[in-house]
């Protein structure tokens, strides 16, 4: 039948980039399931889930006349613009919760108690120092993972290594950080 979508992937993949919207709705139709619960598995909510769905696949449409499907499925590359999306998602989050808090906290009543504040700057400067002696792949992970927000696969694409390095190392890197903590307090 003329006009008639493919069912394989690579089919529906290279005519979507043509410009075809039939075929990019039948790539939407296979993958929204699986694309809104992985976003939901990672942000943690239905309105963030759809939310972080529709960007996904918003992505994807602009990216696919640049992109060249390397298996049978578009389900892969679809998964990894979700894992991005969802930590940007969680990240813009974390700075607009900072954000908010803010102002809040300028109508606290300004008492000062010394003493704490002395052990908080020490505390913080035991751990900066621990931080800083810890090797240049070690801090970047806690830059990316401590600082930043961002979830293990996404410091571990960031950084060019395996997702289990990134968990492993910051496993370690929180147990120093713990002793340290410990020790100072």
């Given at each position: 039948?003329?006009g008639?979508?493919?069912?394989?992937?690579?089919?529906?993949?290279?005519?979507?980039?043509?410009?075809?919207?039939?075929a990019?709705?039948?790539?939407?139709?296979?993958?929204?399931?699986?694309?809104?619960?992985?976003?939901?598995?990672?942000?943690?909510?239905?309105a963030?889930?759809?939310?972080?769905?529709?960007?996904?696949?918003?992505?994807?449409w602009?990216?696919?006349?640049?992109?060249?499907?390397?298996?049978?499925?578009?389900?892969?590359?679809?998964?990894t613009?979700c894992?991005?999306?969802?930590?940007?998602?969680?990240?813009?989050?974390?700075?607009?919760?900072?954000?908010?808090?803010?102002?809040a906290?300028?109508?606290?009543?300004?008492?000062?108690?010394?003493?704490?504040?002395?052990?908080?700057?020490?505390?913080?400067?035991?751990?900066?120092?621990?931080?800083a002696?810890?090797?240049?792949?070690?801090?970047?992970?806690?830059?990316?993972?401590?600082?930043?927000?961002?979830?293990?696969?996404?410091?571990?694409?960031?950084?060019?290594?395996?997702?289990?390095?990134?968990?492993?190392?910051?496993?370690?890197?929180?147990?120093?950080?713990?002793?340290v903590?410990?020790?100072?307090?």
């Amino acid at each position: 039948m003329e006009g008639e979508i493919p069912a394989g992937d690579a089919e529906r993949v290279a005519l979507a980039a043509g410009g075809s919207e039939r075929a990019f709705r039948a790539l939407y139709r296979a993958y929204v399931r699986p694309v809104y619960w992985l976003a939901h598995g990672l942000v943690g909510n239905p309105a963030d889930a759809e939310e972080v769905t529709q960007e996904t696949f918003l992505v994807a449409w602009r990216k696919l006349p640049g992109f060249d499907l390397a298996g049978e499925s578009l389900l892969p590359w679809l998964a990894t613009i979700c894992r991005f999306q969802s930590a940007n998602r969680v990240r813009r989050q974390r700075r607009d919760r900072e954000h908010t808090a803010a102002p809040a906290d300028e109508s606290l009543p300004a008492t000062v108690d010394v003493e704490q504040q002395v052990i908080d700057e020490r505390l913080a400067e035991a751990i900066l120092k621990e931080v800083a002696g810890l090797g240049e792949l070690d801090r970047a992970i806690f830059r990316l993972c401590a600082t930043e927000g961002y979830a293990y696969q996404a410091a571990a694409d960031e950084l060019g290594v395996a997702h289990g390095v990134v968990r492993n190392r910051l496993s370690r890197i929180r147990t120093r950080l713990r002793t340290v903590v410990k020790e100072s307090t």
